[in-house]
C-alpha cells in the first residue's frame, strides 16, 4: 500500500531522529523540495535565491514551479550560500530563499533566519545532504521552518530513492500530505481504517510523489545504523584533517565550532599555486588507483541555465551579483574517499598519493 503504516512509522521515527515535530515522506528530495516551494507559495513569475554552487535539483525545483532561481554566490570556505550575497539576489518578486547545506556541513541558518523574517520571504533549507548534521546544537530538520532531506542511494541514509520534509507546522505537514497524493482529501491510510463510509474528494491539482511501504521499511531499518555510520565518517574526516595539515597545496573542510558535519562528502580545494589543475590531480590519482570525484558544479554553468533557452537565468544570475567563488571552487575542489568501510590503511595510502604527487 502506497502511504501505508510503515511510511507512517519511519515518518515518525524520521522526526523524532532530527527533532521536528512532523516528517512527511516523499519520493524524493526534489520532489519535497518541489512541494516545499508550492507550500511556500512560490508561483509562476516569482524568483527564489539559490546557490548556483549545487546539485542541479536545487535550481530545477524553482523552475518546476515556473519560477525562477536567481543565482547567489557562496562563501569560498564552506561552500554555502553567502547570506549578505543571497540578500543583494533580493528583489520585488523575490518569494523564497533556499540555502543548501552542501555536503552535509550546515549554511548560516541564524542569518538566514533574520533574513528571510527581515525581507519578508519563505526560508526552505535544501537539507538533501544533511541528514544528522547539527547547528548550534541542534540537528538539522529541528528548527520549525521547512527542510527537505534526501534518501537517494547516494545520500549517508537511503531507501534507493527517496526524501523526507520536516515541519513543526501541523497545517503545513497536512497540505504536503495532500500534494504528494493527487490532492486527495483522506489518506488511503485512514480511508482504509475507517469503520464508516468515507469518500475522498480532489481539492487542488496536484502529484504523485508517493513513498511506498517498501521503501519506508528499509527506511526504518537505515535510522538505526545513522549513528554508527556518522560515528564511522567522522573518525575518517578527522584523520584526514590531520593529515592535510602537512599538505599545504591542499585546503581541508571548513569547520565552524558551532556546527556538526555529518562528512557525506570530504571536499578539499587545491590551490591555484600547485603544480598540477584539480583535473590532472584527478587523473594522476585515478592512475594510482585512486578515484576521486569533482567537487560540486555550479548550476549556472550547465547548458540547461547557460544556454539560449535560460536568457532569464542570465539576466537574473549575471546582472547583480557575481559568481567568483562558485566558479572557482567548481574548478579546484575535489572529494576524496570516505565511506565507512574505508580501511586505515587505504586511508593512509589516499594521503601518501596526494602527498607525493604534489611535493614530486
Ligand atoms: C542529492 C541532492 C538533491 C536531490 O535529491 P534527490 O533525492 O536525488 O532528488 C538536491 N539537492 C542537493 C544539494 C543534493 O545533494
Not at 508550492?38 to 542541479?56: K, N, Q, R
Not at 541528514?131 to 532531506?149: D, H, K, N, T, W
Request: net charge negative; proline share 6%.
Amino acid at each position: 500500500m502506497a502511504q501505508g503504516p510503515r511510511v507512517a512509522a519511519f515518518e515518525a521515527a524520521f522526526a523524532e531522529a532530527v527533532g521536528a515535530d512532523h516528517a512527511v515522506a516523499v519520493s524524493s528530495c526534489t520532489a519535497g523540495l518541489h512541494l516545499c516551494l508550492l507550500a511556500a507559495g512560490v508561483a509562476p513569475g516569482d524568483e527564489v535565491v539559490v546557490p548556483s554552487l549545487s546539485f542541479v535539483a536545487t535550481a530545477n525545483v524553482v523552475r518546476h514551479c515556473g519560477a525562477v532561481p536567481v543565482f547567489a554566490d557562496v562563501d569560498p570556505r564552506s561552500y554555502n550560500l553567502d547570506p549578505a550575497a543571497a540578500e543583494a539576489a533580493i528583489g520585488p518578486r523575490t518569494r523564497a530563499v533556499m540555502p543548501a547545506h552542501q555536503v552535509g556541513l550546515p549554511a548560516d541558518l541564524h542569518e538566514f533566519q533574520e533574513l528571510a523574517e527581515r525581507r519578508g520571504v519563505a526560508l526552505i533549507e535544501d537539507a538533501a545532504c544533511a541528514v544528522g548534521a547539527e547547528y548550534r546544537g541542534r540537528p538539522i530538520g529541528s528548527r520549525g521552518g521547512l527542510a527537505c532531506f534526501s534518501l537517494h542511494a547516494r545520500k549517508l541514509i537511503t531507501t534507493g530513492e527517496g526524501g523526507m520534509i520536516t515541519t513543526d507546522d501541523e497545517e503545513v505537514a497536512a497540505r504536503l500530505r495532500r500534494l504528494r497524493h493527487q490532492g486527495m482529501s483522506v489518506s488511503d491510510l485512514a480511508r482504509h481504517s475507517a469503520t464508516d463510509l468515507v469518500f475522498e474528494t480532489y481539492d487542488e491539482v496536484a502529484y504523485n510523489y508517493r513513498m511506498t511501504d517498501l521503501q519506508a521499511a528499509l527506511g526504518l531499518c537505515q535510522l538505526e545504523v545513522l549513528d554508527d555510520i556518522l560515528t564511522a565518517r567522522r573518525r575518517l574526516a578527522d584523520r584526514y584533517g590531520e593529515a592535510l595539515e602537512a599538505i599545504d597545496l591542499v585546503e581541508a573542510p571548513d569547520a565552524p565550532p558551532d556546527r556538526v558535519h555529518n562528512w557525506q562528502s570530504y571536499l578539499v580545494r587545491l590551490s591555484p599555486a600547485a603544480p598540477l589543475s584539480r583535473d590532472e590531480l584527478m587523473q594522476v590519482l585515478l592512475e594510482d588507483g585512486i578515484s576521486t570525484r569533482r567537487g560540486i558544479q555550479g548550476a549556472h554553468a550547465e547548458p540547461a541555465y547557460a544556454g539560449e533557452g535560460g536568457a532569464p537565468h542570465r539576466i537574473a544570475s549575471f546582472g547583480p551579483v557575481p559568481l567568483a567563488n562558485t566558479e572557482a571552487l567548481a574548478a579546484e575542489s575535489l572529494q576524496l574517499p570516505l565511506y565507512p568501510e574505508l580501511e586505515d590503511a587505504q586511508q593512509d595510502r589516499v594521503i601518501a598519493s596526494l602527498r607525493s604527487r604534489l611535493e614530486p
